[in-house]
């Protein structure tokens, strides 16, 4: 490979036109600079303009065509070479020297694990079957990227001499998407295309990406003779460790005849929310001195929570954000070294109001797995101690060396602490009480939000408007306009949430999201104010609220584009929003999330509660229209979507124990129940 660090002048960094001619031309450095913002951009936007050029001139590696001129968006072209460049490493010859293109193949990583939600021109470089340029998505990309993924993941690019900085990573769940998403696909090519020679490059020579081989012999028969690929590993029970979160749990679990360790009794062993894995990959491969950003921020599914994790020399387990559905998934897609273990806190939300017992639905689920059957998977359970010997491990090189932002903070903060202590009797009390010992330190300093608790029983189901007065008008100044000021003083004054909400919506409307209330000094932005009613609305399942403050905060549900994905991938089309058009959108190939969020919106007509709830219908009608998509369970899923929406920003210390408590609960409405569907009905 070729980078700035080693093949430019070490005090310019200028790039020469060859080893013949010393001489550096503005047009070529110019052009090497802006291959890795290319990256960079594609990253986040998976925009056709944003990519990679798919052709170079010869001699001074300069574009050719324009970014609109050319089919340039291949991404099997990308992943051909990472997937050599693997293959030649492996093989023992060196082809990386610097850590600064150790971190470009990590983000060229970056770039194409999402292939399976990224329409591209494919192999032939002329889109859909027409060759009118339509992109679409392609089974030869999505494979061909599977496999370069696979061959990268934890291969140390410096070879057998190189440290654990020089360690790649790809995450098993975007490798297994792929993996779900061609096996959707073939025999098919395309959406457009029935049979398609480009797609033998990943049934045989060089990807091998198909594992399935029924499937294999079905498309071979359309395009070939023989075929073989190796088959996958064979299926075995999934294991759960229990783990209570204090030691009243742990003596109300025992009443039950339930053994299990507390979150205590597991150190040096630290469990955290998936969300901090989430945080910890987006540091792979981030480079400021390139201005490479590394993965962006996006769930970890319970392929990557099913590992052990070594961080610094410090085992961490994470937990998942499903149980039931994700035992089901898991059964049927883990294909790792090592045996899944999946880590499952009880926390004091998962009991009744009273705290002097489990909550019934949460003892039924844990009565189920200790019968050694869960939501179609087979279980065993026991301690974490038991499963390390044969459990799965990633390590995590890449965070030894500390610096000085908030993950790194947060992470010696962590492990500055010595063995969690159990909490105190006075401590105990109102909201506080039986918090989880493993996140008694804060998340990460940038997200956490200061949200006081309140001890005293509150009905928020309804808004009293008792906020705005016996008039229920808006508080006004001398001259007739609105008083922010004193809005800002019954924001602080009630603690009704529905009212909080009402409040705040007017202060979004005329201020602004960024605007300073002042309420606890300095920092105290709307957009602060909303993030905390967000997590207490979720917290009490008040999924209007919900609805609403994700509106104004623009949040959108992290699998949105997966399903409208999905859906196409099985040659379905999309239509959100009413007839007639505009308002009415078909979706027709893959877009990305960002711009997909806004066509929704613009569906909507604007209104923030419909876009929400149109992008959690979206996720439904992907599992009802498919059936059990993945091993994903069709109850489970429909009813967890709305709790979604809540998890995306909840980072207080319960998240743990809520998130579980609330995707446990069985044969209720879920999304739309009782008085929440008559709302829904009011608003539209």
Known sequence: MRSRSNSGDPVTGLLPASEDQPDAWVRDNVYSVLSLDKVEQ????????????????????????????????????????????????????????????VDVVQNLMFYIEAAYKVADYGMWERGDKTNQGIIELNASSIGMAKAALEALDELNLFGAKGGPGSVVHALADDIQHCQSILSSMLPRASMSKEVDAGVLAILTYPAFAVEDMNLVNLTKEEIISKLQVSQGRPQNSQRVSILAESEEIKALLLKEGIEVETV?????????????????????????????TGRPYRRVGVLGTSKFYIIRNTMFSFTPQMLRTDLSYLSSRWRMTGRPTVTFPISQSMLTEDHSALDPAVLATLRKLQDGY???????????????????????????????DDLSQYLDQLLAHAAPQKPSPAAAGGLGRFRAVATKT???PSLHLNLSDNPEPQDHRGSSGAAFGDSGGLPRDASGQVDYDALVGLLRDTHNLQDQGDILYILFKDKGLDWDTGLRGRGSTVRCLLGELYQRAGAQRLWGLVRMISGMLRQKVEELDWACSDLLAHQKHLTVGLPPEPREKTITAPIPPEQLARLIEEASEHNITVAVLTQVRVITVAVEGLGQLGGHDLDDETDAQTEHLTEQVRVGPDAHGQEHHDLLQEGGGGVRDGEERRGEEEER
């Open 374 to 404: 869960y939501g179609g998977a087979r279980v065993q359970t026991g301690k974490l101690s038991e499963f390390l010997t044969t459990s799965c491990f990633a390590h995590l090189s890449f965070l030894d060396d500390p610096s000085a």
């Open 42 to 101: 594609f990253k986040h936007s998976k925009s056709p303009m944003d990519c990679l050029h798919a052709k170079y001139n010869t001699k001074t590696c300069s574009t050719v065509v324009g970014d609109d001129q050319w089919g340039h968006l291949q991404v099997d072209a990308t992943s051909l070479f990472l997937l050599f460049l693997a293959q030649m490493t492996a093989s023992g010859l060196h082809v990386v020297y610097t850590q600064d293109e």
């Open 264 to 292: 205590a009794d597991i150190h040096p062993i630290h469990v955290q929310p998936s969300r901090v894995l989430s945080h910890i990959y987006a540091r792979l491969g981030s480079n400021r001195r390139l201005g490479l």
């Open 442 to 444: 804060k998340e990460m």
